[in-house]
């Protein structure tokens, strides 16, 4: 008999927390203000209202001359620094541009195939170098 007592208030009470949570929530979403209906705003109103500007960045790039290795440089070697960054450079030989490029690839992991490398130094050459100087003169020794 106490057992079924017990389980009646316990149903009693089970009841009261179900029926707040379903009336009492339902009844709380009915009170609230209806959200406010999204107004459609015309395309030619939103450039009146807000007009366009046109902002001129500045802009640091060097000028990168046309020629042969230029597509490929513009390509592979702005990928990690600016363009600028190579043009810092002194006036380096050839055999300097060839050993700066092949470190980007071996040191730093560039992407830059064997096949590219070879335009990439001529065209660096031509931009911001300078041949190498003629070997000197092997002493004979007959
Ligand atoms: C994978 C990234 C990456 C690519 C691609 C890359 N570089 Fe670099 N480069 C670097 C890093 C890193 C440094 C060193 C920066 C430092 O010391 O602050 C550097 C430095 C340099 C320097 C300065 C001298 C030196 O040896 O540190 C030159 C010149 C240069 N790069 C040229 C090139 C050229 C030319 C190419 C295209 C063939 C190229 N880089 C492509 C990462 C790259």
């Known amino acids: 008999m ?19 949570a379903f009336w009492g929530r339902s009844g709380r979403e009915a009170s609230l203000p209806p959200a406010p209906a999204a107004k459609a705003i015309p395309v030619s109103q939103l450039t009146e209202l807000q007009p366009v500007k046109d902002i001129q960045l500045e802009y640091h790039q060097p000028d990168m001359p046309a020629g042969p290795g230029r597509e490929q440089f513009v390509t592979q070697c702005v990928i990690c620094h600016s363009p600028r960054y190579v043009l810092n450079q002194p006036i380096f030989p050839r055999k300097t541009w ?29 931009w911001h170098g300078k041949e190498d100087p003629p070997a000197a003169p092997t002493q004979n020794t007959k």
């Open 98 to 126: 060839t050993t700066e490029v092949a470190k980007m690839v071996k040191a730093y992991g560039a992407p830059i195939t064997p096949e590219e490398q070879k335009p990439i130094v001529d065209y660096l050459v031509a």
């Open 2 to 20: 106490q057992t079924f007592r017990v389980l009646g208030i316990l149903g009693i009470f089970a009841l009261l927390i179900l029926g707040y």
